[in-house]
């Protein structure tokens, strides 16, 4: 199943090669959406969204398990058309992925048959970078995560943290405008989560994409976003659309001592435990 994960991951990056660039402000209108269920009755996932995301905006979806969190991003990536609503970038409609978005998943899904070089390298060339800028680029994202003394490396020669560095460094190393994450760090233990957090965050404020980031951690959520969007439970609708006021540069272990940050999550758990009472 890794293998074809994987696979379907090479496909797609070639697909989306030769699509255009465009503003990447992002309007969701009024989305609904329905899955089939092994009984053939439609599971009602996702309820009346509305959401709208300026250019370089990075925005947190939480709530409970199964509240369409994971469903509204990958509606936003162009993987499922909703069942009713539009979401349009730049004032074009989504249909299928493009070249200026990038995924980081749960799992790093990285590609087993290439070397850490070769997986960063795979999604440069998919993106059009000439053949002998690749390596320049490769190796300095390597470098900025950490890891330019294993660019000749297999995945399995890699602990979790470390193939998870490589996932974020192939997605930041085409310079995406919009970058879409699922619980990127969930599978990490406390400490190499906390270091990826922070390099992440510090890679991101040099590029300027926007984020919308899936996470079920309030205070991972609080932390990295600008905003947080809390959803009920399922059918997923907005509970919460809030601001977050910490100024950036963040500093992760710090913030979560100020008072904005208590305030502000003080006033989503309290939210989300609502929708957790509910299930």
Not at 70 to 92: D, K, W
Not at 132 to 156: H, M, P, S
Not at 255 to 260: A, K, L
Request: net charge neutral; glycine share 6%.
């Amino acid at each position: 199943m890794r293998e074809q994960a994987a696979r379907a991951v090479e496909m797609s990056a070639a697909r989306g090669a030769a699509g255009e660039a465009a503003s990447l402000d992002i309007d969701v209108v009024d989305i609904d959406h329905y899955f089939r269920s092994q009984s053939d009755r439609p599971v009602h996932a996702v309820d009346d969204v509305s959401l709208q995301i300026p250019q370089g905006q990075f925005v947190a979806l939480v709530g409970p398990s199964g509240c369409g969190k994971t469903t509204l991003l990958n509606m936003i990536a162009g993987l499922v058309e909703p069942s009713s609503g539009r979401i349009m970038v730049g004032g074009t409609p989504i249909k299928g992925s493009r070249p200026e978005f990038g995924y980081v998943f749960a799992r790093d899904t990285l590609l087993p048959w290439r070397t850490v070089r070769q997986n960063v390298e795979f999604v440069l060339a998919m993106s059009g970078v000439d053949r002998r800028e690749r390596a320049g680029i490769a190796n300095d994202w390597l470098k900025r995560v950490g890891l330019q003394d294993f660019g000749d490396a297999y995945r399995y020669q890699l602990s979790q943290g470390m193939r998870q560095r490589v996932a974020i460094a192939r997605t930041l190393a085409t310079r995406p405008r919009l970058i879409l994450m699922d619980e990127p760090f969930a599978a990490l233990d406390a400490q190499t989560r906390l270091i990826l957090q922070n390099e992440f965050i510090r890679l991101w404020e040099e590029t300027g994409a926007t984020v919308v980031f899936v996470t079920h951690d309030l205070t991972e959520a609080i932390l990295m976003s600008d905003r947080v969007v809390l959803m009920t439970r399922r059918p997923g609708r907005i509970k919460i659309d809030k601001l977050i006021d910490l100024p950036r540069p963040r500093n992760l272990e710090a913030d979560r001592f100020t008072p904005e940050f208590r305030l502000s999550y003080d006033q989503l758990s309290d939210a989300l435990r609502e929708e957790l009472d509910r299930l």
